[in-house]
């Protein structure tokens, strides 16, 4: 049987409390939101924390405030199920009601938070693997090892960004405020990530994520699709956030950002420039879609062959422009893909 | 180190000297011997320990029991009442609708929260409901026809002023 190993837990009622926990325990100690990701990696100890710091009773970082005229504001302990279902995202911040709707199973949405999922650690076939079997293998450099067994002459980890919202938030210049001992800061998502699949976030490891803040809605429409093999379960192996603000059926402003195809999110800008001034014709979205395929360099370490998952980016961005233009799916039914 | 708790499972108010880092899966099999939540994957991928709190299916592989206290705990064992089996148990039976029977616990209680939440739901309604339960012998159809025999029924009885 997978038990957990052996930590200390500390649950807080504040953000305050949180932040002295951390401040006061350092590296020994792990924050836990939902513990949907954090648990499974605890039992196969890719994780080992000495204490636990519960963010479950913090009241204050549930729900979602604003509206789309002012911008929206939600609390990082709002699990994900409240976030597919909300009318306000649902009608105004689609991509984002999409993502949230489409991570894993159903039970795990209703246990798994925004913030969790934002923080959510990379992923590998050589990790995301029992204690026995990475030492069977030879561990890693993710964890307990030298080596990256993707890419063994290279001298970084190639984990894989595996948030669904993520991408989603990114499109929609949604930003993070994080709270630590010093103070609190808010910065963009294109801040909050690093492509390194070990050192992944730039948050520092004393602050704390409370909110994500998406700015008002002003013409802005969006969408994500997913790829992965369960249509019913499974983190992404490759995930396509879109967003323009529309001026009519042109095209004022645009972005792009691909999940799951590096250790960060990233961010397709030249195809998303492509679009600005345009309207979303057939031959525009063929172009942008193949400048969008560019940056996805996906590695052969999660589900499915890297060379199809760089070729499906092209579709899936084709397929989210035309949902954002109102043109009719072509190609497969877009069930493959929920 | 162990932690006392205090855990209300089925109706019940348990206290518990635990190690806190045992799941609730683990404390409710091997503390409170309610060993009709099953064990599958213990990560969160098959749906098999599936219980209820405060009405909601959670994994109990991954909840943490210090985290539940004050919460209302429902396991497969708290579904019947007395002698009379729970609609959703009885269409199971009728149709056969378990096979091995190991997934089913945790279906019958997806299901339940299911049926509280939307009386009667279409056939999509259940299968996106029971999309993160895994069945190992693959018996969905009867799974889904059961669910749907039992929402019938509850809400004709409802309907009728009976039982629901």
């Not at chain 1, 792990?30 to 648990?39: E, H, I, P, R, W």
Request: net charge neutral; glycine share 10%; hydrophobic share 40%.
């Amino acid at each position: 049987m997978l038990r957990l190993p052996p930590f200390e837990y500390l649950p807080a009622r504040t953000v305050a409390d949180a932040v002295k926990y951390v401040a006061d325990r350092g590296a020994d100690a792990m924050l836990v939101a939902g513990g949907t990701d954090l648990y499974p990696n605890m039992k196969r100890r890719q994780f080992e924390p000495k204490a636990l710091i519960g963010l479950r009773g913090i009241r204050e970082l549930r729900g979602v405030r604003g509206d789309a005229r002012t911008g929206v504001t939600i609390g990082a302990m709002t699990v994900l199920s409240d976030l597919a279902d909300h009318p306000t995202l649902l009608d105004h911040y689609a991509g984002v009601a999409t993502a949230a709707g489409l991570v894993s199973s159903p039970q795990l949405r209703r246990m798994g938070t925004i913030g969790g999922n934002v923080c959510v650690d990379t992923r590998c076939n050589y990790y995301n693997q029992t204690y026995s079997w990475r030492k069977a293998i030879g561990f890693c450099m993710k964890k307990d090892g030298d080596t990256c067994l993707v890419a063994p002459g290279s001298p970084r980890c190639w984990a894989v960004s595996s948030s669904d919202t993520a991408p989603a938030l990114w499109s929609l210049g949604a930003r993070v405020r994080l709270v630590g001992p010093a103070g609190e800061r808010t910065i963009r998502f294109s801040t909050l990530y690093r492509d390194d699949g070990i050192d992944y976030l730039a948050k520092q490891p004393d602050e704390i994520l409370t909110d994500i803040l998406l700015p008002p809605a002003d013409g802005w429409r969006s969408a994500y699709l997913k790829l992965r093999r369960r249509g019913s379960f499974d983190f992404p192996v490759l995930g396509v956030a879109v967003a323009a603000r529309m001026d009519g059926d042109v095209v004022r402003e645009a972005r792009i950002v691909l999940g799951a195809v590096a250790s960060t999110p990233r961010e397709a800008d030249r195809a998303a420039a492509a679009l600005v001034g345009e309207r979303v014709t057939p031959e525009v979205i063929t172009r942008v879609a193949d400048l969008a395929a560019g940056p996805s360099k996906p590695l052969d370490n999660t589900d499915f062959t890297h060379p199809y998952r760089k070729k499906v980016t092209r579709v899936f961005v084709a397929r989210a422009l035309r949902k954002i233009a109102g043109l009719p799916e072509s190609g497969a039914s877009t069930a493959e893909i929920g | 180190m162990k932690t006392r708790l205090s855990l209300c499972v089925n109706g019940e108010t348990h206290d518990v000297l635990v190690p806190v880092h045992k799941t609730l899966l683990e404390v409710l099999r091997e503390d409170l011997d309610l060993t009709g939540t099953k064990h599958g994957c213990e990560l969160g991928e098959c749906g098999t320990c599936t219980v209820l709190v405060d009405g909601v299916p959670v994994l109990s592989c991954l909840a943490l029991p210090a985290e539940l206290e004050g919460t209302e705990i429902v396991t497969v064992e708290g579904m019947a009442r007395g002698g009379e089996l729970h609609p959703l148990q009885q269409a199971f039976a009728e149709l056969g609708a378990a096979q091995c029977g190991y997934c089913t616990p945790g279906v019958l209680l997806t299901a339940q929260a299911l049926l509280a939440e939307t009386p009667v739901p279409t056939r999509e309604q259940i299968r996106e409901a029971l999309a993160g339960n895994l069945c190992r012998c693959t018996g969905y159809t009867k799974i889904l026809d059961a669910v749907e025999l039992a929402a019938l029924r509850t809400s004709a009885a409802g309907a009728a002023g009976g039982r629901s």
